[in-house]
């Protein structure tokens, strides 16, 4: 298999494949968080360890949604209000700046524009839910556990340098 390079003035490092790939090497940590992970990764930084040659992987990953309020007429229509008034000032003051001796009424004719269009959208959007969503939520891609993973032409070094690492780390604590 050939691997494909990219060069800088200061290091030669794998390209990123362009295209969704497994990832490969060996594991040379695993953690219960994306932090720890990353922390571990530091840490190989820090002791002039060659981390292009690190990869961390979420292993089983899991789509989580977390609701965060309850939708309602008011909550559209004053989020989309407010949002609205934004766009529709920034766009009043470009306008004002390019019309010269206009005064204020391109803002006031902006901001009354994006107020009215925003409530408009979001009413008729809000409204062909039906009342199938009425929530907000966030989502959040995360995996039971990260592997990190190094090339074999140095992952046991890697793996000497994380383990120091984690009796370091339980020892403080």
């Not at 306008?95 to 004719?109: D, E, N, R």
Request: charged letters at 15%; zero cysteines; a positive charge.
């Amino acid at each position: 298999m050939t691997q494909a390079f990219t060069q800088t003035a200061f290091t030669r490092t794998p390209a990123i494949p362009q295209l969704p790939t497994m990832p490969s090497g060996w594991p040379i940590g695993s953690y219960d968080s994306y932090e720890e992970a990353q922390r571990a990764v530091d840490h190989l930084a820090d002791s002039d360890f060659p981390v292009a040659d690190v990869t961390i992987v979420g292993v089983e990953p899991m789509l989580v949604e977390r609701v965060a309020g309850k939708l309602s007429w008011g909550r559209v229509l004053t989020n989309a209000g407010m949002s609205g008034a934004w766009f529709g000032l920034f766009v009043g003051l470009l306008l004002s700046m390019f019309t010269p001796g206009a005064g204020l009424l391109p803002i006031l004719i902006g901001l009354v524009a994006g107020v009215g269009f925003s409530l408009v959208f979001a009413a008729i959007s809000y409204g062909a839910t039906k009342g199938r969503r009425d929530f907000v939520s966030h989502s959040q891609l995360v995996a039971r556990r990260y592997d990190v993973l190094s090339q074999p032409r140095n992952a046991e070094r890697g793996r000497d340098l994380l383990a120091k690492f984690a009796m370091k780390t339980h020892a403080m604590s």
